[in-house]
């Protein structure tokens, strides 16, 4: 990939645009209304089964292309997250006490009829909870093994952050083939965008993961248009490498409602290029930097190319 120069003033439509107004969403932003056979198919199955889908709790911009597919990240332990991140459109406030027993079942269903041959499987922050359902998600994990032997399973997990470290142990042992937690920005704007998080802490939550099971694949993500600039960016990636993380995934993040964190400015996918060809200069086995990834898009082609990757550096 070619040298990509990037000029260094961050914000050049501020200069055009009052203070409160929002940059005009560029074409390259853009995605098509969702529709299909194959949409409507996966809306279906998900209601059939009475499952959450992170897909239209956040208002995913690729959420009609990956249904078409009938790809759906499945969101458990309810719809309802007890932290209040201004980035994120999923409710927030006190869920209905306890777990649904059934829902992993339910789940480990949806994907035999789905037949996917990988899953992402994510859900809200529970700090009501004891475990912060660590023990669900691994009950999930158990429930899609046994109903679907030869699908590869992704977790999205929240922090954990009020809970005994040694609820970690519990989702690592029922062995994901991806352990997925999101740093989601730069550790200084975490006051405004992540404000019930701490960075260091969901930081160490990715180390401890490699610790507890080298051979597991890592992965986290960040959020770009916050209003981070490039050095905190690049120490994010150094700050990863060095707790192990070997897949990296940068977005650009749209405002969901106005009520939301406001978008800073909308990043050129030149830029994220250049991201991209950074991060696998510091050593991430894998990494996907455009405006519209995020972190299930492309999941399964993504973790077949992990794969290769590790194959290609370690035999």
């Known amino acids: 990939m070619r040298d990509l120069k990037i000029p260094e003033q961050r914000h050049p439509e501020k200069a055009h645009r009052p203070d409160n107004a929002q940059p005009r969403k560029p074409d390259w932003i853009r995605v098509k209304a969702p529709t299909g056979k194959g949409y409507f198919e996966t809306h279906k199955i998900m209601r059939e089964h009475k499952l959450v889908t992170v897909c239209e709790e956040a208002g995913c911009p690729n959420a009609g292309e990956c249904w078409s597919q009938g790809h759906a990240t499945m969101m458990i332990m309810g719809d309802v997250c007890t932290r209040a991140c201004s980035f994120c459109n999923i409710a927030t406030g006190k869920p209905p006490e306890g777990l649904d027993a059934f829902e992993p079942g339910r ?41 679907s032997p030869g699908t590869t399973i992704e977790i999205l997990t929240p922090d954990f952050l009020h809970c005994d470290p040694a609820v970690l142990e519990v989702v690592v042992e029922a062995t994901p083939d991806v352990f997925n937690h999101n740093l989601e920005t730069v550790p200084g704007l975490y006051p405004e965008v992540r404000p019930g998080a701490r960075y260091f802490h969901s930081l160490r939550l990715l180390q401890r993961v490699k610790e507890l099971d080298p051979t597991m694949f890592t ?49 050129h996918p030149d830029e ?27 999941a399964g082609d993504d973790f077949a190319k992990l794969q290769a990757a590790r194959r290609a550096k370690f035999g």
């Open 272 to 298: 994220f290029a250049a991201y991209e060809k950074a991060a696998y200069g510091k050593g991430f086995l894998m990494v996907s930097a455009t405006p519209l990834t995020r972190s299930s898009y492309h």
């Open 107 to 147: 789940v480990a269903d949806a994907v035999a009829k789905l037949g996917l041959n990988h899953v992402v499987v994510t859900s809200v922050d529970r700090d009501d909870i004891k475990d912060g359902g660590a023990e669900h998600f691994a009950q999930t994990i158990r429930a899609i093994r046994h109903r």
């Open 219 to 267: 992965k986290s993500g960040i959020m770009l248009g916050l209003g981070e600039d490039r050095q905190a960016v690049h120490q994010v990636m150094d700050d990863m490498r060095a707790a192990g993380v070997d897949f990296l995934t940068i977005g650009q993040y749209l405002q969901p409602t106005p009520k939301h964190h406001a978008v800073d400015r909308f990043v």
